[in-house]
């Protein structure tokens, strides 16, 4: 039992798996600023910053653009859970495991679920949408626009338009590329979209940033409901089917981060904080400057992989710059390379899921960790963990290819 009262004292990794990544330090350093009431007024004034913020991230005028407590799923099941009406048709695009993820929570909100898939590895083409959304006349469309298992990023740019022309509402998942990306949801005629902090916005897992446009707004707010203790007298609540959950109603909690302040849960202060700090760090840095620094640390990475005789996995052109699956080559013991990545190196990479599991690696290199230091680090550490697997490669030749690619 001594060691429950031990200093907590974790060691220093370099997370260069699909994430959670390494926090920035100025995330890090706003966590640990004096808690405030979730009514004091400048907290309240922190909050409404934060909206500002995360309208620019997510390149959108919504005027709901908030957080929802909780991990990146969090976000997800409750964009869902507030657009899904029992009984109705949803179409989920699925091309790795987080489609299936979708697949799910949307039966758990009792829709009648259509999937439409893709090898793992491949991405849709709009013809394919265009013919689906016509097929199955869906009320939502529920997308993932990278999918950190197969490392793929979905284009979306006509999605949009197409759930536009059918009278479809679209929520897109961007857990994985928020911040390493270009994701203009105001452009590409995005509904919904939610994201976590912990990939390409550089911070901890806990906290979910969405937006939301007036056409998921009118959606959500026909099913609007007011806790019995805190509705006023005479209050209706909305026509609509109640929202099935209380936590994850955003309605509520739309009501929460209005000038109302209309009580629902307690707001996560440092999480708050963490994410405030996210959308400031990425935001003075520049979006297209951010997106560009996530390419370069991607090109650097392939370029060292192909270095050393290893195979990418996946369309490459359709490829996330900010996850590259490798294939394991034949004779290596996956796990045990990992293995003395994280024992002799500090650095942690991950496996895969479903069809890939065992067969490549995911390599991040996202947020805080998208820099030529970290790419270096990690090449050279798998070098030599493959090395010491007796598998031939020419030494030193990943880490002058990603320089050579950074120059």
Partial sequence: MAELFEDLDPPQRLLMGPGPINAHPRVLQAMAAPLLGQFDPQFREYMKQTSALYRGVFQTANRWTLLV???????????L?????????????????????????????????????????????????????????PKVVAVCHGDTSTTMAQPLEALGKLCREHDALLYVDATATLGGMDLPADRWHLDVVTAGLQKCLGGPPGSAPLTLNERAEKRISRRKHTEQGLKAPGQKDGDGPVIQSNYFDLAMIMDYWSDKALNHHTEATSMLYAARECARVLLQEGLPNAFARHARASKALCGGLKAMGLKLFG???????????????????????????????????????????????????MGYNAREDAVLATLRALEAALAAQKFGLPRGAAADAARAAYR
């Fill in 315 to 365: 369309d490459q052109a359709h490829k996330m710059p900010n996850v590259t699956g490798v294939f394991i080559p034949q004779g290596v013991d996956g796990d045990q390379a990992r293995s003395a990545l994280l024992a002799e190196h500090n650095i942690e990479i991950g496996t895969s899921f479903g069809p890939l599991h065992g067969r490549i690696w995911r390599i991040g290199t």
């Fill in 81 to 137: 859970v507030s657009l899904i009406e029992p009984g109705e048709r949803v179409l989920v695009p699925v091309f790795g495991r987080f489609g299936n993820l979708l697949v799910e929570i949307a039966k758990r909100c009792g829709a009648d679920v259509r999937a439409v898939e893709v090898e793992w590895g491949r991405v849709f083409s709009d013809d394919v949408f265009a013919s689906e959304i016509k097929k199955h006349k």
């Fill in 69 to 79: 407590d909780g991990t990146a799923r969090a976000g997800i099941e409750a964009a």
